[in-house]
């Protein structure tokens, strides 16, 4: 199986990269990128052919393409791709807006190709073993939910909100809510979000806290703010407490590590555990080998993406925001 990337501006396309030069079957075939220096860079070091323009890309005989670019540009990549006939894995959030997104899923349908999101934490496995008590109902009903998912301020293009779409809330939102919708089949009616600008001067938003009622009858929080500074162990985290009527749980998805104490770097964590991003990449080569669609599909993006956007319009409204 041929599969290309279309643009290392996102961070995760090297973890992506590698996943896909690590795995039996699957050929790195190609990579696009509109910045040359960057693209060349990562070609050269992933022995795959170099596209300036990633029309070209998408004229060759590869099966699919992973979309890494700025998250203004996922639209224009998804939708060329399908149209090109190729199984498509986009970075998240899928879009900043809700038409976007419901266009990428149609053209991808009327292409008979796959469109999957890119949320590799479900494929940790604290998250997974969570997951399946959940689903043998050793917690029994799921009253509530805590989360977080708190990081290091990224920096260049995430915080340009007209390349963005927005800064923390857009960014850390969809990854817990997408593991809270999984984990309990409900979705949220209902969004009240506060947010703020703290840690950096640049004006976009780079903290909140995001209230939510679920279908259920759950109701949950989330931390999804940029509030790790640069001397923190590791880029960011994400944790759940999940209350349920027979129990509770604890979840760490980053608790397997090493404190490496160091004269040169400070205090870094690393990593012992499992490879979510090798997981995310091996659930879409599999779904494409099988014809289903991935684990995370780009209705289940869609989804995760129209919480963070009711949170803006809770923040702005300074009042609830139902869905």
């Not at 923190?232 to 090493?258: C, E, H, M």
Request: with cysteine; hydrophobic share 40%.
């Amino acid at each position: 199986m041929k599969i290309g990337i279309i643009s290392f501006a996102h961070m995760h396309a090297v973890s992506y990269a590698s996943a896909l030069k690590g795995m039996e079957g699957v050929i790195l075939a190609g990579i696009a990128d509109d910045n040359e220096e960057r693209g060349k860079k990562y070609s050269e070091a992933f022995e795959a052919d170099y596209y300036k323009d990633y029309h070209a890309l998408l004229e060759t005989d590869i099966h699919a393409v992973i979309v890494t670019s700025e998250n203004y540009l996922h639209h224009e990549h998804v939708l060329a791709a399908a149209k090109a006939g190729k199984h498509v894995l986009c970075e998240k959030p899928l879009a900043a807006n809700m038409k976007d997104m419901e266009e990428m899923i149609r053209i991808c349908e009327q292409n008979q190709v796959l469109l999957g999101t890119a949320f590799p934490v479900r494929f940790n496995t604290p998250v997974q073993q969570a997951k399946k008590l959940i689903e043998q109902g050793v917690l029994g009903d799921i009253l509530a939910i805590k989360g977080t998912n708190r990081g290091t301020n990224p920096g260049g293009w995430f915080i340009e909100k007209e390349k963005s779409g927005g800064g923390a809330v857009l960014d850390h939102t969809v990854h817990v809510v997408d593991l809270m919708r999984w984990f309990t089949g409900a979705e949220v009616k209902e969004v009240y979000a506060e947010m703020g600008n703290v840690y950096t001067d640049h004006p976009i938003d780079d903290c909140g806290i995001v209230t939510m009622e679920f279908t259920n009858g759950m109701f949950a929080t989330l931390d999804c703010s940029w509030s790790r500074n640069q001397n923190y162990p590791t880029w960011g985290d994400v944790t759940l407490d999940i209350i349920g009527s027979n129990g509770t749980l604890k979840v760490d998805a980053f608790s397997q590590k090493l404190d490496l104490y160091s004269n040169h770097d400070g205090v870094k964590w690393i990593g012992w555990g499992d490879d979510m991003d090798a997981g995310l990449i091996e659930d879409f080569v599999t779904g494409i080998k099988e014809g289903r669609a991935p684990s995370a599909s780009g209705h289940s993006g869609m989804k995760a993406v129209e919480v963070a956007l009711a949170a803006y319009q809770s923040f702005e409204k300074r009042t609830p925001v139902k869905l």
